[in-house]
């Protein structure tokens, strides 16, 4: 019996948790003013990862954008390095230089290496 009057008397003086908090009495009281600054700290680190999470995929977006964009890149610049080799080689050279009406001739005889003596002064 005698804890019935302690439960009771704790009853009395103290709010239902869920009440205080809809009717605004526990935001006012002194314990939940001094923890004002450490709310705002958590909250200002919840911005900063949201913040940091938005920051990070729109830069893989951004690669993932160049990276295609190499890989284009890469394969016009084999396609072109082809066509010219294609281009450079002799017998397309002689047929051009053919049609363009030039008088020039492919030589006959292969080319000689020339060797040059030094004379001693």
């Known amino acids: 019996m005698s804890d019935e009057p ?5 009853q009395q003086g103290r ?14 009281s002194e314990k939940a003013l001094s923890q004002i600054p450490f709310v705002l700290y958590v909250v200002l680190l919840l911005i ?3 913040a ?27 396609t072109f390095e082809t066509e010219l080799m294609r281009m450079n080689r002799p017998s397309t050279i002689a047929n051009k230089v053919y049609d363009s009406g030039l008088d020039l001739v492919e030589p006959q005889e292969p080319p000689r290496k020339l060797k040059v003596e030094k004379l001693d002064d």
Not at 56 to 68: F, P
């Open 6 to 10: 302690l439960n009771s008397d704790k």
């Open 15 to 28: 709010q239902p948790i869920l009440k205080s908090f809809l009717g605004g009495s526990i935001l006012a």
């Open 48 to 50: 900063l990862v949201i």
């Open 52 to 78: 940091n999470r938005y920051w990070s995929e729109k830069t893989l977006t951004e690669m993932e954008a160049v990276q295609d964009s190499i890989k284009e890149l890469r394969a016009s610049s084999v």
